[in-house]
């Protein structure tokens, strides 16, 4: 067997075991991997832990003692934002530690989802 050939099968066989290898790890020990894909396309929603100070819902609003945002690259403090749907602040009272996702469109910064801990 010359050089060219040996080097030619030891390729193939490393694509096929690495082909293997990734499909494996997709279905990781019978955990479908592939939903990782789809929870990253959920605009990348990065939550950050906080605790409510304040519910207004009558305009929407709502106040947060948070943790650095770092999608937003803001600094832990204690600040009011925008609700972007009211039924957001349902089950929420003052004092409620939670995990929330907030944005700014349009100079707006508004929570986009909110859960208690």
């Keep these: 067997m010359n050089y060219k050939m040996l080097t030619l099968t030891l390729l193939?066989?490393?694509a096929t075991h690495t082909s293997l290898q990734a499909t494996e790890m997709m279905n990781h020990q019978g955990h479908d991997?592939?939903?990782m894909g789809k929870m990253a396309g959920m605009g990348d929603m990065m939550m950050t832990q906080g605790v409510i100070s304040r519910i207004d819902a009558a305009n929407g609003k709502v106040g947060i003692k948070h943790e650095a945002i770092d999608n937003l690259k803001m600094p832990a403090m204690t600040m009011v934002f925008r609700v972007a749907d009211p039924a957001l602040l349902q089950d929420l009272k003052v004092g409620d530690a939670v995990?929330?996702?907030a944005e700014n469109p349009a100079g707006k910064l508004t929570v986009t989802a909110i859960q208690k801990q």
Excluded: A
Aim: aromatic share 12%; proline share 0%; charged share 10%.
């Design 33 to 35: 991997m592939s939903q």
């Design 12 to 14: 193939m066989g490393l």
């Design 99 to 101: 995990r929330f996702h």
